[in-house]
């Protein structure tokens, strides 16, 4: 594939993934602000929407077929770049939406009591939420398409999966760290 080509997919991929990230993120601040959601049943539909992805990706296992054909392209270009690091990191990832759906289970079980307590947004805070976000989100998959793009073979990937996932861990806690501090200045400036 000519280096024209790639960047021209890569340019397809963020596109849209940027496009369904604002407009699940809008959906997402339209269905909070519309109706009351007690967390409990809150919890449940997000776990219950990451177990659907988590067996839809189980059941599609080494395909790339994909619903979008940008997706279905770059998985074709990866797969082929990566080897069996492609089918290590997919599973992985299905494995990580199941421990994640369990997680947001329990977290339904565990505020079941707390029916009254429904899911409010400050508009302002969450719209920093979701700009950091976005941007975290960019700068990751900026990363990976550089580490991806630029091997040479498959032997580049030797271990990919298992120090990406590492790599992840690191970030999860930074991550965690940033939103905590946004959060207490947000706390702070509007007290």
């Not at 505020?111 to 969450?126: E, H, L, N, P």
Request: aromatic share 16%; with cysteine.
């Amino acid at each position: 594939m000519e280096l024209t080509d790639i960047k021209e997919m890569r340019r397809k991929q963020i596109g849209i993934i940027n496009f369904l990230l604002i407009m699940l993120m809008a959906l997402f601040f339209i269905i909070i602000h519309s109706f009351d959601i007690p967390f409990p049943v809150f919890y449940f539909i997000v776990g219950a929407f990451i177990l659907l992805q988590a067996v839809f990706r189980f059941l599609k296992g080494a395909s790339t077929k994909s619903v979008i054909p940008a997706f279905e392209k770059v998985a074709n270009y990866e797969r082929q770049k990566m080897g069996r690091e492609w089918d290590k990191q997919r599973k992985m990832v299905a494995i990580w939406s199941l421990v994640l759906s369990g997680f947001m289970f329990w977290q339904s079980y565990i505020t079941r009591g707390s029916a009254d307590d429904v899911v409010k947004i400050d508009f302002i805070f969450m719209l920093i939420i979701a700009l950091v976000t976005i941007g975290l989100i960019n700068i990751c998959l900026i990363l990976r398409f550089r580490n991806i793009d630029r091997s040479i073979s498959e032997l580049d990937f030797s271990g990919y999966t298992w120090k990406s996932n590492l790599l992840g861990a690191f970030m999860g806690v930074v991550i965690a760290f940033i939103f905590f501090a946004i959060t207490m200045v947000y706390i702070l400036y509007t007290i």
